[in-house]
């Protein structure tokens, strides 16, 4: 536990960037890391463009990082991966999720929404694709999307090991933990 | 007990350990979370408070009648309750005081990113800033023993990252403070006679505060490998340069922040070879600084504008820049925030939009993402409208203003607002869009919604009755989805020569809906979906702005998103060939 390691989640207000970085860093405090979240409300909720960075190490001094510095980006829609790929550091991971979502701007044809993002962001750096809204609709709800999303980042982090029965349970209501657990392992599982 | 919390939570959490009695405030972001949390803790009482000033002055009240009490608001709200806070600062309290202003560097949701700093020096209050959420607990009780020893309210300044980053606090246990029994004092009333004598009491006051600042643990010392640079940082910025420079550099971390210890400053600067200011937006402690004539690096290298990060004080201080990965970023489309699918905004300002020769004033809810020509303040819509008005028509140029805001907003500061339209009679549509609750800052009760933030009961005070007593003769409550009575309604409104008022009534889309919404909306929740025979690919419904829509180009076809679509039908109100229907039928 030296190095602190720094993780972006990113994607539209409303996916549950923040319920999976709060179950995220709910599992590392809980295994004895020094953790910090940032998130930001407000105006993001509004359908904009939301990002959460969560760092964890051994000591962890500032709530926020810059660009080049994240260890893996995990983008909840495929445009969105592309807005924050410069705060990914060379060598890190992404996760994208096979998901579009048009902006205001595309939809009034005032500027075109990128078709070939993931393809974009598959050529910059190490990523893995995710049909995340497809496995969780198999598992019963499409809204369970960013814990699978979240299982795939466990993986590529090497953080399997954690706690996170107890970090879902902590995080969600009673009805919704069966299907969340489920979720966590089949993102887990997609990137294996 | 370790746990993760926001600043804001903290600060809670701090308030109730501290044995806070009292607890007002207006939500604004990102100041919201302070209350909602205090909310948790029944051992205080708690409270949404129609705006800032009188959620400082009911605070004021509180303490002077012995509890401890505070008042939170974002930044701009401070400058709604400066009034009082400068008197308060001559009073001095009775039980402590805190007044908690979250500000907003980088303006994450705000129309400006004014430095509540310099109120605590304009206002000679003390100020503390905490730098993570640990810092905001503990520095809730130090500040109220501050407060209650000098006499003084405090100025507890937080930053966006404070408030809404999350870090580890160690919990603590509440201690029950009795309340201090009133004694009636001159200092309470303060006539120009008395104040001439506070005055002279506050001038001590901040000598007596200064020597404080200089000996408490809340402004220490941390010494680096060796003494080349030595920072002075105070808040989050204190973040970001310990992880820039780590053990590189020493540290005077300032957490009493007003006065400024400057005879510590002196002393550390005397140790270092090199001293650097690094604060967020104005030199506010590099301007004291240099005044005690004691030499700094301050905002010649770190920016004026915006919020720092580790990166721009990085490349400030040491000339580098992270290594990134090349690609090309401009085929990213913008994603700015939009009303959401469903939002009862949405058929008013579709059917406003076709008006010609008006002028909409406006100010920062959720219908500021609406189309608007002017927006200046919370409550501003109909005032700013009524000055337009008069101008407008002495130049004889037909063109027409329509103030609007919505309940909450009205409640805050728009029924002085509307009043000063009547008063003086402008020719102004004054539209109040009210959607039952306090929307773009998460969904608070306020006077009008009929609960309080304990989710008890309250007075639900009627937007149509407050018109009429104001003086309003033209009033007209309508239903916003209904996209005919919506433009009937904005013609009715400019028919007259004296001021109308619109209320548009129905719940925000997201509303979690109480017993007597039920009773008066009904179960309206539906799904649409798209006739792709009927769809002619017109476009009409895209137009609407509504995220739930969208367009395949390619079959030339709408489609609805059934996760998204709450069935308020404005869509199926433009379409004209009927294409979009309810699911299932």
Known sequence: MSEVKNILLCGVGGQGTILASRILSTALLSAGYGVKMSEIHGMSQRGGSVVTQVRYGDKVASPIIGKGSAHILVA????????????????????????????????????????????????????????????????????????????????????????????????????????????????????? | MKQLMTGNEAVARGAWEAGVHFASAYPGTPSTEILENIATYKDIYSEWAPNEKVALEAAIGASFAGGRALAAMKHVGLNVAADPLFTVGYTGVNGGLLVISCDDPGLHSSQDEQDNRHYARAAKIGMLEPSNSQEAKDMIKIALEISEEFDTPILFRMTTRVCHSKSIVELGEREERQVIPYVKKDKFNPV??????LHTKVEERIKKLEEFSNKTELNYIEWGKDRKIGIVSAGVAYQYAKEVFGDNASYLKLGFTYPLPMAKIREFASQVEQLIVVEELDPFMEDAIKAAGIPCIGKEKIPLEGELNPDIVRKALLGVENETIKYDSSVVAKRPPVLCAGCPHRGFFYELAKFKDIVITSDIGCYGLGPKDIAICMGGGFSVAHGAQKVFNMAGTGKRCIGVMGDSTFFHSGITSMLEAVYNNSNVLLVVLDNRITGMTGHQENPGTGYALSGEPANATDIAEIAKAVGVKHIKTINPLKLDEVKEGIKWGLGFDTPAVLITRWPCALKKLSKEDKQEFGDYKAVNKVDTDKCIGCRMCIKTGCPALAFNSETKKASIDRNQCIGCDVCAQVCPKKAIVREGK
């Open chain 1, 76 to 192: 909840f829609e495929a445009m969105e991966a592309l807005r924050y790929l410069e705060g990914l550091a060379p060598g890190g991971h992404v996760v994208v999720n096979n998901y579009m979502m048009p902006t205001a701007t595309t939809l009034a044809g005032q500027e075109e929404y990128p078709l070939d993002a993931i393809e974009r962001v598959k050529a910059a750096a190490d990523t893995k694709v995710l049909d995340a809204a497809k496995i969780a609709t198999e598992l019963g709800n499409a809204k369970a999307m960013n814990i699978v999303l979240l299982g795939a980042l466990v993986k590529l982090m090497k953080l399997d090991n954690l706690d996170w029965d107890a970090a879902i349970r902590e995080c969600v209501k009673p009805a919704f933990v069966e299907l969340n657990l489920k979720a966590l392992k089949a993102g887990m599982d997609a990137v294996a």
């Open chain 2, 192 to 197: 120009p006679a008395i104040s001439k004598v």
